[in-house]
């Protein structure tokens, strides 16, 4: 069933996404099902350390700041003579589950790309993710097949990928200590935001893939197979977030522990929410 007219302008907007399916007659019909779509506005860094939350949100900071330095994102360096700096900002989001439950803040270290130069801070920005008609038409594949399907989320997605470029970002708000005024960060690692970010993640995932003997579909390079005997093993990836399906379980658990060789990863059990759809 496709969406009334006016539905994603509403949920552009951060507004009820069923307000639009109200006055078009559909409003019974797409509840369930859009009403869990619905954007809401993220707050500003000084509105969430003003809120009730603030304490949340201070260590959610705390926590980002700590797994960039602990995978070795940046160096602390001086300014370079013409240099492009690039800005860098905070992205807050509150993750809700399938009921609009909280689940937990989070907070993403997002580089401002808009002020890179093509040719100098980057080159190729290409990655491949699978849409929403691909992810439909394996889900209708193993639900005829029957097949085990689990769900796996790669912590620190992008932070994985060595850059090529030199980049230099101004620090995060607060984030110089005492001594290190004038200071800037030498990034090392690919950051969310970048206009490389994507493409390095993608080649850093793929190469992973290839040392544990999946191949990616000619028809979607963001769904990779593995076929060997009795071993049938599909997966859909959208940028860290992975549908995992088999024909037996352990294929799942086997996937699930060589995955961790490469990455960290959060173990989500059965699939039942993936990308704001409610899977039953």
Known sequence: MQPPPGYYSELNKGEIATLAAQSAGYKEQITHLYAQAAVQPKPTLQQAL????????????????????????????DTPDHANMIPCHYILATKHG???????????????????????????????????????????????????????????????AELKEDIYMCPPPGYL??????????????LPGLKQAGYEWSEELASAFAKMEFTHSQVDQAVFYQHAQDEHTVMTVSINNMAVMSKH???????????????KISDLGELNWLLGLKVE
């Open 177 to 190: 200590k005492s001594g290190d005024e004038g200071k800037v960060l030498k990034l090392r690692r690919s």
């Open 98 to 160: 399938p009921n609009g439950e909280k689940l937990k803040l989070r907070v993403r270290l997002v580089a401002n790309g808009q002020h890179q130069k093509f040719g100098i801070d980057y080159f190729d920005t290409f990655a491949p993710t699978s849409n929403m008609t691909t992810i439909r038409a394996v889900l209708i594949m193993v639900a005829k097949l029957d097949w085990e399907i689990h769900q796996v989320d790669i912590k620190s997605t992008y932070l994985y």
């Open 249 to 263: 379980l352990h294929h799942i658990i086997k996937f699930k522990d060589d995955l961790t060789q490469y990455f």
């Open 50 to 77: 003003s809120s009730p939350d603030t304490e949340e949100w201070r260590e959610a900071i705390e926590y980002e700041l700590s797994q960039l330095e602990k995978l070795g994102t940046w160096e602390l360096v």
